[in-house]
C-alpha cells in the first residue's frame, strides 16, 4: 500500500471510529454535565464556555491527552522512548508474534504491556465517580473489543487478551491510542480524535439539556477545536507521573447526579 492510499485508509478508520454511529454508548452520557446544569454551576453558552474551559480542556491536557500518548507508545515499542522520553524502552518486553501476518506480527513485538495496563489502571482511577468511572470502562471496552473484532489485527486481540487475563479496566484514552496503531495513523490524529469526540460529546449533550442554537454551538465548538494545537503540545509534556486532574466540583455534582431522581444521561 503506497503512502497516500494508507492515509486514505487510516483516515477512513478514524473517521468511522469517531461517528456517533460507531456503538460505543458515549452518546448516553453527559460526563458530569448534566450533574453541573442540576447546581446551577452551568446554565447558558457563557457558563458552558466557562466549563469547557477551565474544566473540559485542563482535564484533556493533564489526563486524557497525556493518556493517549504513553500508551500509543507503549504500544509501539521502539518509538515509546521519543515520545515519553521517561526511559521506558529499558522496560519493553518481547512478545511472541501471535499471526502470519506480517504488520501484525511486528505490531505485538515491542509492546511494553505492563505500562499499558498501569495506563489503563492510572486511567481508571481518575474517575472518581463511580458512575464515571464505570461508563469509562464500558466504552474503552467497547471500543478495544470492537477493534479487535472488526480489524481482526493482532495486536488489539492482543491487548484484549491481555486486559482480560490482567483484569485491567478498560480506558477510552489507551482503546483510542490502540486504534491508532492498528490503523497505522499517526499520534497526532489519536489526539485529534480524542479532543474533538470529547468537546462534541459535550456540546452534543448540551444541546439537550441547554437551550443552545445549533450556530451558538457551533462557534462555541469551534472556539474550542481551535485550542486543540496548544493543549496537545501541553499533553506532550506531561510525564506519567504527573497525569492527573481534579475538579471536585463535577465530581461532586457527577455523584449526586447518579441518585438523582429524574435525568436524562446515564452520567
Given at each position: 500500500m503506497n503512502t497516500e492510499t494508507s492515509g486514505v485508509a487510516w483516515l477512513a478508520g478514524m473517521l468511522q471510529m469517531g461517528d456517533t454511529f460507531y456503538p460505543t454508548g458515549a452518546y448516553a452520557h453527559s460526563f458530569g454535565l448534566e450533574?453541573?446544569?442540576e447546581l446551577g454551576a452551568v446554565r447558558d453558552r457563557e457558563t458552558l464556555r466557562e466549563f469547557l474551559l477551565r474544566s473540559a480542556l485542563p482535564a484533556l491536557r493533564q489526563a486524557e491527552l497525556p493518556v493517549v500518548i504513553h500508551a500509543w507508545g507503549a504500544l509501539g515499542g521502539g518509538r515509546n522512548a521519543e515520545v515519553s522520553g521517561?526511559?521506558?524502552?529499558?522496560?519493553?518486553?518481547r512478545i511472541n508474534g501471535i499471526s502470519e501476518n506480517e504488520?501484525?506480527?511486528r505490531a505485538v513485538e515491542w509492546v511494553d504491556w505492563?505500562?499499558?495496563?498501569?495506563?489503563c489502571v492510572l486511567a481508571s482511577a481518575l474517575k472518581s465517580a463511580k458512575e464515571a468511572r464505570l461508563?469509562?470502562?464500558?466504552?474503552?471496552?467497547?471500543r478495544a473489543e470492537l477493534a479487535a473484532k472488526l480489524r481482526g489485527h493482532p495486536l488489539a486481540v492482543e491487548f484484549v487478551r491481555w486486559a482480560e487475563a490482567e483484569k485491567w479496566p478498560y480506558s477510552p484514552a489507551a482503546a483510542a491510542a490502540l486504534?491508532?496503531?492498528?490503523?497505522?495513523?499517526?499520534?497526532?490524529?489519536?489526539l485529534a480524535s480524542v479532543f474533538y469526540a470529547s468537546i462534541a460529546g459535550l456540546m452534543a449533550a448540551a444541546m439537550k439539556l441547554l437551550r443552545l442554537g445549533q450556530n451558538g454551538s457551533q462557534t462555541l465548538l469551534t472556539e474550542m477545536m481551535g485550542k486543540a494545537p496548544e493543549i496537545v503540545a501541553a499533553a506532550k509534556k506531561v510525564?506519567?507521573?504527573?497525569?492527573?486532574?481534579?475538579?471536585?466540583?463535577?465530581?461532586?455534582?457527577?455523584a449526586r447526579h447518579e441518585r438523582a431522581a429524574a435525568r436524562l444521561f446515564i452520567s
Open positions: 450533574g453541573m446544569i521517561d526511559g521506558v524502552l529499558d522496560k519493553i518486553k504488520d501484525g506480527r505492563r505500562k499499558v495496563g498501569e495506563l461508563a469509562a470502562e464500558n466504552i474503552g471496552r467497547q486504534e491508532a496503531r492498528v490503523l497505522g495513523a499517526p499520534l497526532e490524529a489519536a510525564p506519567v507521573g504527573e497525569i492527573g486532574w481534579f475538579n471536585p466540583w463535577l465530581d461532586i455534582a457527577a
